[in-house]
C-alpha cells in the first residue's frame, strides 16, 4: 500500500518560515527514476506546481513564484521529502500536497499517481 504522509504546516507571519515534512512508503524506487513533487492549492484557485526533486540524483526546479525562497531536499534513508519555505507571503497560503511519480520531472499535476492528504499552511499579514 502506497503512503505519503505530510507534516508540518501551520500558521506564520508573513517574512517568517515553515518546514513541510512527506513521508512516503510502499514504493521501490531504489533502481528506477523516481520523483517527489510539491504543488498547492489556495481556495478557488487551480493546484499549481510548487517544484520537483529527483530522487536519485537530488536535482530540483521550482515554480517561478517559489524561485529564491523555497528549497526541496530529501533523506534517501528515511524516503522523505522537505519543504523549506522562507521569505512566507500570504499569497503563498494554501493547502500543501506531495506528490509522486516515476520518471522525470514535471510541473502538470495529472502526471502525478501518488498524492499526500496536504497539510495547511497559512501566512497572515
Known amino acids: 500500500q502506497v503512503q505519503l504522509v505530510e507534516s508540518g504546516g501551520g500558521l506564520v507571519q508573513a517574512g517568517g518560515s515553515l518546514s513541510l515534512s512527506c513521508a512516503f512508503s510502499?514504493?521501490?524506487?531504489?533502481?528506477?527514476?523516481?520523483?517527489m513533487a510539491w504543488f498547492r492549492q489556495a481556495p478557488g484557485k487551480e493546484r499549481e506546481f510548487v517544484g520537483a526533486?529527483?530522487?536519485?540524483?537530488?536535482?530540483?526546479n521550482y515554480g517561478d513564484s517559489v524561485k529564491g525562497r523555497f528549497t526541496i531536499s530529501r533523506d534517501k534513508a528515511l524516503y522523505t521529502v522537505y519543504l523549506q519555505m522562507n521569505s512566507l507571503k500570504p499569497e503563498d497560503t494554501a493547502v500543501y500536497y506531495c506528490?509522486?511519480?516515476?520518471?522525470?520531472?514535471?510541473?502538470?499535476?495529472?502526471?502525478?499517481?501518488?498524492w499526500g492528504q496536504g497539510t495547511q499552511v497559512t501566512v497572515s499579514t
Open positions: 526533486i529527483r530522487w536519485n540524483s537530488g536535482s530540483t
Open positions: 506528490a509522486g511519480k516515476f520518471g522525470v520531472p514535471s510541473g502538470l499535476r495529472a502526471e502525478y499517481a501518488y
Open positions: 510502499g514504493l521501490i524506487v531504489t533502481f528506477r527514476s523516481f520523483t
